[in-house]
């Protein structure tokens, strides 16, 4: 397994995988596909140097990414700590690529100065769940029944990890 920078080439399987997400349900907060015209923007939102879009890849073959995003950007007191984001492909569940790309991503953040990791989730997101604990993340809030799936009412977690101390 390879853990790379993202490329503008990388943009259309993200968007298969995040659409897969979507499809799922409970994943993400979208219930709608998004188009790649629809995402450029988010991926012009996450400069290398700044908050990085990863991608694992086995085989030549994108399996799942994850991002580090701004929280709350623009409030400065906010200003190191970063939002994660990570959605694997289904053909790659449980084969350690969640692992893989949360590790290199918080061994990155002294580097981008990040010093907070925030994880924000459905609660009935188990997989999620479990990975985030592996690596040191704490549940830091949770808000019931705040997203709607055609009645279906389900919670968001908020998990946080201090990466400098």
Request: proline residues 2%; charged residues 20%.
């Amino acid at each position: 397994m390879n853990i790379r920078l993202a490329n503008i080439d990388d943009q259309e399987a993200l968007v298969d995988i995040y659409n897969q997400a979507i499809t799922a349900g409970q994943k993400t907060a979208d219930t709608e596909w998004v188009t790649l015209e629809s995402r450029r923007a988010w991926f012009d939102d996450h400069p290398a140097e700044q908050y990085p879009l990863l991608v694992a890849e086995i085989d030549h073959v994108i399996a799942g990414y994850l991002t580090i995003s701004g929280y709350r950007t623009g409030r400065l007191a906010l200003r190191y700590t970063g939002e994660v984001s990570y959605y694997i492909h289904f053909d790659y569940h449980r084969q350690g690529v969640g692992s893989s790309l949360m590790e290199h991503a918080i061994a990155l953040c002294p580097s981008i100065q990040i010093k907070t990791l925030i994880a924000i989730l459905m609660d009935c997101n188990q997989g999620s769940i479990g990975l985030l604990k592996k690596y040191g993340f704490k549940e830091w809030g949770h808000m019931p029944k705040i997203a709607d799936y055609d009645g279906l009412e389900v919670g968001q977690l908020y998990y946080g990890l201090r990466v400098d101390d």
